[in-house]
């Protein structure tokens, strides 16, 4: 309760004033990472696990007969690689998939794109929740999703689904590279393109959580070429990095898993002779060890299925947080200006950039350092 007590120190003079600030006082910042290099964590089930990582082709949106139909289509094509990677070979305790296999990948303005997205949760999730459970395996995937709460927005989420068949989490993307292509850039909305508002809403935790789970402490992204944002998953605790892609470096997978010391995982989309995309964009899955080294690979456009083992329990005995430089290099890293502020996305739905090239110039406006 707020307190108040007058005190005259001179008749005729000011009144002095003893007031109680805890009312004003800002909120504390929860303890996002421990000083002494431990992390939180979940009892292992056991000390060694199967990952499973399914390469595969999902029917673009855009050209199915509708988007229901689509869906479907797209939901029973996990469903049988799901049904593969759970019958053949080792049991998993993960499968992971694309950032596209229920939606593919969709071009055109955001009203176009709007259309070919799910909810998370939703059918789709509800379904392979069902397919999860009977698994008993977690699945991770990725999608383009809406959310009312986000009106006009197109999220970049990584749903992870439990043994349980239900929704453990769902990952925002962090940020999107910036000046990648010349001419455009990627409209979708991130934690950092609305991060005042993400974090009012759902707390400064969830920007870069991790989840803690009975298979070790899983973190899932599909930010590309970004040692920083992996950099602050490694100081909250991860163990394993999960990644979705269309098109990416196995250098930057094998990079983050070394530096960071984690286990990591990248599935990426493949894309048939008919979609007209280059074979070379598609493929090239891998599961990585901590120091970078690959334990599988598909090199190939192909679709299949890649699995290893982690001995997680191994790994995790004596383990600390990364042991990175910060108080060295922190004088330069505070007088790094970042070229485009925060929350540069949040904007009226009415106000959002329609397309990629609309995206640039919103960017170029917001530049620090072109203006």
């Not at 809403?201 to 959580?209: A, V």
């Not at 990585?288 to 090199?299: R, S, T, Y």
């Amino acid at each position: 309760m707020t307190r108040f007590r007058l005190k005259a120190i001179i008749p005729g003079a000011v009144i002095g004033c003893i007031v109680s600030l805890s009312a004003w006082a800002a909120p504390e910042m929860p303890l996002l990472v421990r000083p002494d290099g431990s992390y939180p964590v979940a009892p292992l089930e056991k000390p060694v696990i199967v990952i499973k990582v399914v390469q595969h082709a999902p029917v673009n949106l855009q050209k199915a007969p509708s988007v229901k139909e689509g869906l479907a289509t797209n939901v029973e094509r996990m469903a049988h690689w799901i049904n593969q990677a759970c019958t053949k070979g080792k049991k998993p305790d993960i499968i992971l998939f694309n950032e596209f296999p229920l939606t593919g990948y969709s071009a055109g303005s955001r009203a176009e794109k709007l259309q070919f997205t799910i909810q998370v949760p939703g059918p789709e999730t509800m379904r392979i929740g069902e397919l999860a459970k009977a698994c008993d395996t977690y699945v991770v995937f990725g999608s383009y999703a809406t959310d009312p709460d986000w009106p006009g927005h197109i999220l970049s989420l990584n749903p992870v689904i439990g043994r349980d068949g239900k929704l453990r989490k769902a990952y925002w993307k962090s940020r999107n590279i910036l000046r990648l292509n010349p001419g455009e850039e990627i409209p979708t909305t991130t934690v950092e393109a609305v991060r005042d508002r993400f974090r009012a809403k759902y707390g400064i935790e969830e920007e870069f959580p991790v989840l803690q789970t009975e298979f070790g402490n899983l973190v899932v992204s599909t930010v590309q070429l970004d040692p920083f944002v992996f950099a602050a998953y490694s100081m909250r605790g991860a163990e394993i990095i999960l990644r979705t892609a269309t098109l990416f470096s196995k250098t930057d997978v094998q990079a983050i898993a070394l530096y960071n010391n984690v286990y990591s995982a990248m599935s990426n989309i493949t894309f048939p002779p008919e979609s007209g995309v280059p074979a070379s964009f598609g493929g090239g899955s891998l599961i990585v060890a901590p120091m970078g080294k690959v334990l599988a690979e598909d090199p190939s456009n192909n679709e299949g299925i890649i699995e290893a083992e982690i001995p997680i329990a191994e790994f995790r005995k004596g383990r600390t947080i990364p042991r990175y430089p910060l108080e060295i290099v922190k004088p330069v890293f505070d007088q790094y200006r970042q070229e485009v502020p925060l929350n540069h996305l949040d904007l009226p739905a009415d106000k959002l950039p329609q397309t990629n090239q609309d995206m640039k110039k919103l960017i170029d406006d917001a530049s620090r350092w072109l203006n």
